[in-house]
């Protein structure tokens, strides 16, 4: 009896592990869409493709998206993909 209770519990967990990654995964998708329509394109600096600041929480961020990829990558560089693995993988597992 214990374990069917046990199986109902790590389903449920699961389950909501996944629509938690699966909206962080939406709401990542929908930033990147904002910001993509918000840059400014003014300029015409050969590798820069568009600018934006922006204030969140006090802080100010000053965003820039490059035309191509930069010849040597930032270390560390953040890298938006575990919202999209681990609802993949979860949504295998459930």
């Known amino acids: ?5 046990l199986l109902d519990w ?3 967990s699961l389950k909501l592990f996944h629509i938690v990654v699966g909206i ?3 709401g990542a998708s929908f930033y990147f869409n ?3 329509n918000k840059l400014n394109r003014v300029g015409n600096r050969d590798e820069i493709d568009g600018h934006l600041w922006a204030v969140h929480g006090g802080g100010f961020y000053y965003l820039e998206k490059y ?3 930069p010849e040597n990558l930032p270390e560390p560089l ?3 993909k575990w919202e999209a693995y681990f609802t993949w993988i979860s ?3 459930l």
Request: net charge positive.
């Open 1 to 5: 009896m214990m374990k069917i209770y």
């Open 10 to 12: 790590i389903s449920l």
């Open 24 to 26: 962080a995964w939406i």
């Open 34 to 36: 904002w910001l993509e």
């Open 67 to 69: 035309k191509k990829y």
């Open 78 to 80: 953040h890298w938006f």
């Open 91 to 93: 949504g295998i597992l």
